[in-house]
């Protein structure tokens, strides 16, 4: 009986984490519903799906995946802002493997994605047996990883043509982007193996408490490298879609600022950067947040030097109302003015 007092306590708690990231949402929704025109309208050409929702679902695939990722790596108490300079390298080795050996597609993926997680893991080899603090041995590659991807392209922005690589980021299937579909995947098969398996439990353990969590028998250890090789996995697959959407790789701005929207995307979705608990769920939404926002802003004609002050002073208020404190202050001043 106690066991499932706590499991719904649980529930509980995970879904009164969710109701302010998913009024954030809803809100910006209900502003384009108004002074949006034909924003909600979807039509259908060539049998493809078209409009702005699924533009919005289309355009957050790689903030999405590296946000899977970074949830991850964030309630093991790290952090990996190296992710950004991962889909660059990622982007770097897929389009010089077309434009200069005209490697076969199952080459092209397979090799930056292992790529990726010889650097994910190199950040975990950093953080869990060395003990440099996550920020700065993620900050390392952060700042290498740009200039590896520079040299692999030679300092140029490298173009291909290759239908089938091209696919992954603007083809469809069953009439939606191939990118919802990858996404859908890599989600799906995360939320399973955190939450239908021991997985996910010895992640919160190890953000809780790993001194605890060792003398319980948990591989401290083994989970960090596991969830910093996960994150660069996610990287590396943002990377090929961001290579396939534009035909090319381009080094110097291929995900260049994403770690931060990962990061904004972890924590406006619930979770807490000091470790524990965690929800993919929330992640998911908090990257919808930040797309839907950028999308309504250039929809708007919201000029582009102010566009990263409206979206930080949205981001701010939807803060403010997951801010307990903020909100029982509120209550407070307003109980007082009450006669």
């Known amino acids: 009986m106690s066991i499932n007092k706590t499991n ?9 984490t969710l109701i302010w990231p998913l009024m954030g949402l809803a809100a910006i929704l209900l502003f384009n519903l108004f002074f949006t025109p034909n924003f909600f309208h979807i039509e259908i050409k060539d049998s493809h799906l078209y409009g702005s929702l699924i533009d919005i679902l289309n355009r957050a695939a790689p903030v999405i995946l590296i946000s ?16 950004g300079s991962v889909i660059a390298i990622s982007g770097a080795i897929a389009a010089s493997l077309i434009a200069k050996t005209g490697a076969p597609l199952l080459v092209v993926v397979t090799v930056p994605l292992l790529i990726s997680m010889i650097l994910g893991a190199w950040n975990g080899f950093l953080v869990s047996a ?8 993620s ?13 692999i392209t030679d300092g140029q922005i490298v173009t291909f043509e290759n239908k089938a690589f091209e696919y992954i980021g603007n083809g469809f299937l069953f009439g939606i982007p191939f990118t919802i579909t990858i996404i859908a995947l890599v989600f799906g098969v995360t939320q399973t193996l955190t939450r239908k398996t021991a997985l996910g439990l010895f992640i919160e353990s190890v953000g809780c408490n790993p001194t605890a969590s060792r003398f319980s028998g948990i591989s401290v250890r083994s989970i960090k490298q596991v969830v910093y090789i996960f994150s660069g996995f996610c990287a590396g697959v943002a990377g090929l879609i961001a290579a396939a959407n534009i035909k090319g790789a381009d080094s110097n701005n291929a995900g260049d600022g994403l770690e931060l929207d990962a990061i904004l995307a972890v924590v406006i979705g619930g979770n807490s950067l000091d470790g524990g608990k965690f929800s993919l769920t929330g992640s998911l939404i908090g990257a919808l947040i930040i797309q839907s926002l950028t999308t309504t802003i ?21 803060f403010l109302a997951q801010s307990e404190t903020f909100r ?8 007082r003015r009450t006669p």
């Open 139 to 151: 900050l390392i590659l952060m700042v290498a990883g740009r200039g590896i991807a520079q040299l």
């Open 68 to 83: 899977i990722g970074m949830t991850l790596v964030i309630a093991t108490a790290g952090i990996d802002i190296s992710v």
């Open 298 to 318: 250039l929809t708007r004609g919201v000029p582009v030097e102010v566009t990263r002050v409206v979206k930080a002073l949205v981001v701010v208020a939807v």
């Open 328 to 335: 029982n202050s509120i209550r407070a001043k307003f109980r």
């Open 8 to 16: 719904h306590t649980i529930n509980n708690h995970g879904f009164v």
């Open 130 to 137: 060395i003990g440099v603090q996550p920020i700065i041995a």
